[in-house]
């Protein structure tokens, strides 16, 4: 009977005593070939502009890996505490772009009529 392949044993993990948590609601992810890109920002309401207050890098196997970690736990915490109900399904242009208003149109006004021909 053979044995089961062992599991290499996990680092074990350190939190510095001055580790500083930083919040942020809006991640701007962009990628190249060999790495992802992960900006993080507070968007504060009122606010003209976002400062990028983190920025994380990750190699594309990583971040699949990250992707898969975040749904299981995403999944766990929805069984425990409920479904995490997003404001509104819409698409990203709205979500980026739905303070932006096209300009008012002026009201349609029909041509002149154009005079007898004689």
Do not use: C, T, W
């Amino acid at each position: 009977m053979s044995n089961p392949p062992q599991r290499p044993p996990q680092p074990k993990l350190e939190l510095p005593a001055d580790l500083q948590p930083v919040y942020a609601n809006l991640v701007r992810i962009s990628h190249s070939p060999v790495e992802i890109v992960f900006d993080y920002a507070a968007l504060l309401p009122g606010s003209g502009s976002l400062r990028i207050n983190n920025r994380i890098l990750m190699s594309p196997i990583g971040a699949k890996l990250f992707l898969r970690a975040l749904s299981d736990n995403i999944a766990r915490y929805e069984a425990a505490y409920g479904e995490i109900s997003l404001p509104h399904e819409s698409s990203l242009a709205n979500d980026l772009f739905r303070s932006i208003h096209p300009p008012d149109q002026p009201p349609f006004e029909p041509p002149p009529p154009e005079p007898p021909a004689g």
